[in-house]
């Protein structure tokens, strides 16, 4: 079955797709990362996530051990499907050790709703790096826009907004020189002559907050992110967001 038609399968029925269709409506090759809030978030039965499952079949769950630290799986907070709650103060999820790949590129997609806006304080959902802004890639908000910083350069687009889903797409294309990012299916705002990020493992990843400290951490939900080791052609960029967005029935231009 194509991915195409099992798009508007969903978007019809509002059900979720069976495993194996799943893996058909999402692009597999590169794929690096994926999380889904409706699937693999283990949480306890206060709702405290200890592992956020990947399923791109590498086994790169995102983890918290601590107590204190754990988000909060919400159930129905999205689309009808469950999110995964961080509170902007102490929530943040842990990734093993990788990414040295994204030298040749990459591709960030992230299903989420913001409950604070952000205003004078970057607040970071997202971070890979070794420390600071060592080999670092971070995607969060700043006063009303969504933010991509590659080391030492950024890319930036409005819509940044308080209790609204979106679909942040973060795309590195290494041959262009190009760090673009876009909400739903909008046209990507882009930084030219970017030099692309070292070919070196990342240690320290996370997610709910940066390793900076002038960052904050994610206030809002996480519904699903999906990372690839390439630069997605815009075609593929087009299938990804709309199995997102009849997925999660949210994000809409």
Same mark, same amino acid.
């Given at each position: 079955m194509k991915a195409t038609t099992l798009v508007l399968l969903l978007a019809l029925t509002g059900c979720l797709f069976p495993e194996a269709q799943l893996e058909e409506a999402v692009v597999p090759d590169g794929l690096y990362l994926w999380l889904m809030a409706d699937d693999g978030a283990i949480a306890d039965e206060s709702g405290l996530v200890s592992q956020w499952t990947d399923h791109s079949g590498s086994e790169r769950h995102a983890t918290q051990a601590f107590v204190a630290l754990q988000p909060t799986k919400q159930d129905a907070a999205m689309g009808n499907l469950p999110a995964i709650h961080f509170d902007g103060s102490e929530d943040e999820l842990d990734l093993p050790e990788g990414f040295e790949q994204i030298c040749d590129g990459f591709t960030f997609f992230a299903v989420v709703r913001p409950d604070a806006s952000a205003a004078g304080t970057p607040r970071s959902m997202f971070y890979i790096g070794n420390g600071g802004e060592t080999d670092d890639l971070a995607v969060m908000g700043l006063d009303g826009d969504?933010?991509? *910083? +590659? &080391?030492?350069?950024?890319?930036?687009?409005? *819509?940044?907004? *308080?209790?609204?889903?979106?679909?942040?797409?973060? &795309?590195?294309?290494?041959?262009?020189?190009? +760090? !673009?990012?876009?909400?739903?299916? !909008? %046209?990507? =705002?882009?930084? =030219? %002559?970017? &030099?692309?990020a070292s070919c070196t493992p990342r240690a320290l990843n996370l997610i709910g907050r940066d390793d900076y400290g002038l960052v904050g951490r994610f206030s809002g939900l996480l519904a699903e992110i999906l990372f690839y080791e390439r630069a997605l052609e815009p075609t593929e960029v087009a299938e990804v967001t709309n199995y997102l967005n009849a997925k999660w029935s949210c994000c809409s231009p």
């Open positions: 969504y933010l991509v *910083e +590659l &080391v030492d350069r950024q890319a930036r687009i409005p *819509e940044y907004l *308080e209790n609204t889903p979106a679909i942040v797409r973060v &795309v590195m294309r290494t041959n262009a020189g190009t +760090l !673009g990012i876009a909400v739903n299916t !909008g %046209d990507e =705002h882009q930084e =030219h %002559d970017v &030099v692309p």
